[in-house]
């Protein structure tokens, strides 16, 4: 029988870091890229995950966490277990989203206040070797000058590796207890368990203390995703497979290696996206009709809500 359960599922994450103030405070001022200690933040409240846009037409759209501290500044949090090609674009789109909604009709610029949003990807999508990527919006050539507002933190936890990170020590403890802990954990490790938040925070995690319905939930979570992982990767190798037969015939009517080679590459990209988005709305379709709840679905297919609603 199972001790912990896996903190990266929907049902922990939101208990861990949407029930306890302290322990989403510490866990964004180890995860942000704050410039001074007097930036951390102090104290939060909870605002509603959903994110109502101003157009009436539009659906809403769901995080896992979203708080604001004693300053105004906004935090959206977002565990997100497999990557997809529009992820990025919807994290742009709900961070516009919450920093536009700041204002009323008339009120100043000067009252607009940041908005972070921190996104942990249980997936790799770059080619760096870095677990930690920082966007910001910065003039390129020149200057450096960076317009302050949006800021985006992307961590791909299967790169994380613990090291001797020194001052960042809070970070690894956190990564740890994301990376470290799942379904077959029996003993934390003792350096997590002497940090009183982390301490705390795997506390949440054990399996006494959710009911027989929210665990029956929490399986058909893991369920979803090992289905889409199974699929969507067999996709990817249809879709490879597509691509390259696509690429080598426009190689070919090119008449030239450069030709051959190009339309290979385009055609193994056109091939891999066409099999993977197929494959999220298979899954969409068949989550939906069983009955799962549609932000459990769009973290795990990264669709969009109107996407899912017109399956």
Not at 19 to 48: G, Q, R
Not at 93 to 116: C, D, H, I, W
Not at 136 to 144: A, D, F, N, Q, W
Request: with cysteine.
């Amino acid at each position: 029988m199972r001790k912990y359960l896996n903190p990266k599922a929907d049902l922990t994450f939101k208990k861990v870091f949407g029930e306890h103030p302290d322990l989403v405070i510490s866990f964004l001022n180890a995860m942000l890229p704050f410039d001074s200690p007097e930036e951390n933040i102090t104290e939060v409240k909870y605002l509603n995950p959903k994110l109502v846009p101003q157009n009436p037409l539009r659906k809403d759209s769901i995080v896992d966490v979203r708080c604001t501290d004693h300053r105004g500044r906004q935090f959206i949090v977002e565990m997100q277990m497999m990557w997809t090609s529009a992820y990025k674009q919807r994290v742009l789109f709900n961070a516009s989203k919450a920093y536009v909604r700041q204002l009323e009709t008339g009120q100043s610029y000067e009252l607009l206040q940041p908005v972070y949003s921190l996104n942990l990807v249980n997936d790799t999508y770059s080619d760096s070797d870095r677990y930690y990527h920082d966007y910001r919006i910065v003039e390129v050539e020149e200057t450096k000058e960076v317009i302050e507002g949006l800021r985006f933190i992307f961590v791909e936890l299967p790169k994380f590796t613990p090291k001797n990170y020194g001052d960042k020590k809070m970070q690894v403890l956190w990564l740890r207890y994301l990376t470290e802990i799942n379904d077959d954990t029996e003993e934390v490790a003792e350096d997590l368990l002497e940090n009183p938040e982390i301490n705390k925070a795997v506390t949440q995690l054990r399996e006494s203390a959710f009911t027989p319905e929210q665990l029956l939930g929490y399986d058909k979570f893991w369920d979803i995703v090992s289905t889409a992982k199974t699929t969507i990767n067999s996709a990817l190798n249809d879709g490879k497979r597509l691509g390259f037969a696509q690429g080598h015939a426009a190689g070919l009517a090119a008449g030239i290696a450069e030709g051959r080679a190009e339309g290979r590459v385009e055609g193994r990209a056109e091939g891999q996206e066409e099999g993977r988005k197929e494959e999220r709305l298979k899954i969409a379709k068949k989550s939906k009709d069983l009955g799962v709840p549609v932000n459990v679905i769009i973290e795990v297919t990264g669709l969009t809500i109107e996407e899912i609603d017109a399956l």
